[in-house]
Every structure is written in structure tokens, then in C-alpha cells.
């Protein structure tokens, strides 16, 4: 988000299944003013203090130290019998792992040009949204969905481990990554199809659509996307 003074930056904390918001990452050098890029310091160098900041945002967990898990239940602990997923839970880690030793997690989120957050939420099969959630009015629960019918009900395949034979050009099954072009539309990496999607935005009302309109097939389990932001 380099829109913002200083730079703000979502860091996809895969293993505890949540996404930290940092309102900085160090001080300027010469006026310790909160930085996270060097562009934040009007020709100073941002001095990085890793670990020493809190975050400011927790996206995915009530909170930044009393939880962590899939969905908020015990993952493996309690598998088969998972918690149905909200607008407040993520699901990065897989639910049948009891260990996060035991999986390798790549997860690329996006912001657009009104500080909207956009997370691949893999293991929920499904896209969810954030309005600006640095601006406290907004709350830490997601506002839009894509995937699924709504933030807890979906097409038969909430929280299931194997994709569907079929798809629609509205299912997703195991996004892992997201990308906003320069027109707003929501492009998804949709791993377990085989397929990345676009989800076009509306220029009249400035929604995206629950269809996609665009569908690539780049080969065998896409692991990220990107567009030209021009």
C-alpha cells in the first residue's frame, strides 16, 4: 500500500493461518519517523527493526497471540470434523496436517487502488476482500466473497481436500494467489483447477463480479499470478 505515509505492509502469516498489518517496518535515520521503504524518508534511508513493532491489523485470528489455527478449531486435532469457516477465519495451512512442518504454504495477496485487501483464503476455497482495514471503521471481517456463495455457505465444496471433477467459471478450489489490474479486476490463481481466473470489475458501480469472464490455462497448478499494472 505505497499510497500511504508511511508505507503500509500485509504480511501473509501463512502458519498461523492470518495476515498481519504493519503501519511501518523501522525509523527514518536522520528523522526516526515510522518508514518501511526508503521513499518514506524524503531521501533518507529507512533503518528496518524487525521483530520490534507490533502490528497494528490481524486479519484471520481474534487476535496477534491466543490463536492460530485453521478456521479457528484444532486442525488436525479435530479432522475430519472442521469448523465451518466465517468472514473473520482463514484456512492457509492444510486441516489434515497436524504439524506445519508437514506442508509448504505460497500465498500471494493484493491490495487495489482504494486500499482493499484481496487474500486467496487456499484451504476455504474462496477469494475474500477487506475494505482498507487500516481504517479501524472497518472492522477485521472480510466484505466480499469469491468461490463460494457467501463468507459461510458455498457450492458443495466448503473445506473439502479433493477438487471437483467439474468446475464453473464461478468455483474456485485451492487459490493461492490474487492480482488487481489497472482496470480493478481481480485476476485469481486457481490452483486446484488447473487455471487462472479474471473477475472483471464494473466501471458503472465498481463491483467485481462473481463469474469470471476470463479463464487461462497456463498448465498444471498455477502457483502466482501478475498483470501489468499499466
Avoid: K
Wanted: net charge negative; hydrophobic share 40%.
Amino acid at each position: 500500500r505505497n499510497t500511504s505515509h508511511p508505507t503500509h505492509v500485509f504480511l501473509v502469516d501463512s502458519n498461523h493461518n492470518r495476515i498481519l498489518g504493519m503501519a511501518s517496518l523501522g525509523q527514518c535515520s536522520i528523522s526516526q519517523a515510522p518508514c518501511s521503504i526508503d521513499a518514506d524518508c524524503n531521501g533518507a534511508t529507512c533503518r528496518l527493526t524487525p521483530g520490534e513493532i507490533a502490528p497494528q491489523v490481524v486479519l484471520g485470528q481474534p487476535s496477534a497471540t491466543d490463536a492460530g489455527a485453521c478456521n479457528g478449531d484444532g486442525t488436525a486435532q479435530i479432522y475430519p470434523h472442521r469448523e465451518i469457516p466465517t468472514a473473520s477465519t482463514l484456512c492457509f495451512v492444510r486441516p489434515d496436517q497436524i504439524s506445519v512442518g508437514e506442508t509448504a504454504i505460497s500465498i500471494q495477496s493484493a491490495v487495489d487502488t482504494d486500499h482493499n485487501l484481496y487474500v486467496p483464503d487456499q484451504w476455504n476455497h474462496r477469494v475474500l476482500m477487506y475494505r482498507d482495514p487500516f481504517n479501524p471503521a472497518n472492522g477485521t471481517a472480510a466484505v466480499a466473497v469469491w468461490g463460494q456463495d457467501s463468507v459461510t455457505t458455498g457450492s458443495g465444496i466448503l473445506g473439502a481436500e479433493v477438487c471437483p471433477a467439474g468446475s464453473s467459471m464461478g468455483d474456485l478450489c485451492l487459490p493461492n494467489a490474487v492480482d488487481i489490474d489497472a482496470a480493478g479486476d481481480l485476476w485469481v490463481s486457481d490452483f486446484g483447477h488447473n487455471r487462472v481466473l479474471r473477475f472483471a470489475r464494473s466501471a458503472l458501480t465498481w463491483t467485481i463480479a462473481a463469474t469470471a469472464d476470463i479463464a487461462l490455462a497456463p498448465g498444471a497448478a498455477p502457483n502466482s499470478v501478475r498483470v501489468d499494472p499499466v
